[in-house]
């Protein structure tokens, strides 16, 4: 099962498909519009315009035709870009840095809700608190989640304690640099990280945006000890992490994720049945820092 979109023109194929396979209703109208401008409708096949049909020239049809086909590329190449400068380098003004301007770890569901459109109401003692909305989707906010996921819930963000789950995500280590494959990094995670059923730590490739390719096979520790061994905490109770491409000697399996030379990457912590410390920020993942092999 590949849930990777095409990243390059191939993308418009793959969507004449998806709205081919797809019940007419299954699209928002105004998506299912914007598709149709470029010639992506139901039921007809996708030949990139030529927008000279009324012409008889038929050599003047294929140089407009390829020259649609260079728009569709390039396209693609400039809302790849878009889409990664969001994902990966978030804007301040978007509010997804979780704990400030000062930390890499973004949180962007909690800014715009599940919908995208309304941050997830405040809950305690004292009852709910929604958000007022101002009628606007996050389109920034909406790129950045689908361009690393692909499904998504209401539980996915609520703040009510020991229900659902909660993420965070970095690519950057604490100076604000890329994350790099082929150097070390360590992050530490202090004692009773707020999760009441399990916790994880999962690392992406920036291109793929799916696990890391590496002989260690699933790059994540965790809690739970399948399919890898449970991450081990320190002896003042806080659990280190290592990330690099010859792991270091000493350190237990379950507390190193393996990265390869050559490849960005991003993690995400995630917090199953999140619990008090997390929302009120009391507990604090430590930014991603770099060491030596």
């Given amino acids: ?69 260079e728009i569709l590329t390039e396209a693609a190449a400039v809302g790849n870009a878009i889409a990664r400068t969001l994902t990966f380098r978030p804007r301040t003004e978007d509010g997804v840095h979780y704990y400030g301007e000062a930390s890499q770890w973004v949180n962007g569901l909690l800014a715009g809700g599940y919908d995208l459109m309304t941050p997830p109401a405040e809950v305690s003692d004292t009852g709910i608190g929604p958000y007022p909305s101002d009628g606007a989707r996050k389109l920034h906010l909406r790129t950045q989640f689908f361009y690393l996921a692909w499904g998504i819930s209401p539980a996915m963000c609520m703040r009510i304690t020991n229900l659902g789950s909660q993420y965070l995500v970095t690519a950057a280590d604490k100076e604000g640099r890329t994350l790099d494959g082929g150097r070390h ?101 430590g930014e991603i820092e770099e060491g030596e092999i």
Avoid at 38 to 67: S, Y
Avoid at 205 to 213: A, E, F, G, P
Wanted: charged content about 20%; overall charge neutral.
């Fill in 1 to 69: 099962m590949n849930t990777v979109n095409p990243n390059d023109s191939s993308f418009y194929q793959f969507a004449s498909d998806l709205v081919s396979d797809q019940p007419a209703e299954a699209l928002d109208a105004e998506i299912a519009g914007e598709l149709a401008a470029i010639g992506i409708v139901k039921g007809k096949a996708f030949e990139p315009d030529a927008r000279m049909r009324g012409c008889a020239d038929a050599r003047m049809r294929g140089c407009a035709d390829a020259r649609m086909r």
């Fill in 185 to 285: 990094y360590t992050v530490s995670l202090p004692p009773g990280i707020p999760a009441a059923r399990f916790w994880s730590l999962t690392a992406w490739d920036n291109q793929t945006r799916s696990m890391l390719d590496t002989p260690q096979r699933f790059s994540k520790v965790g809690s739970q000890g399948y399919p890898r061994r449970a991450a081990t905490a320190d002896p003042d109770g806080s659990t280190t992490v290592h990330f690099a491409p010859e792991l270091p000697d000493g350190v237990p399996d379950g507390n190193s994720i393996q990265t390869t030379p050559g490849r960005g990457w991003c993690v995400c912590l995630r917090l199953y049945s999140p619990l008090q410390p997390f929302f009120d920020k009391s507990w604090r993942p």
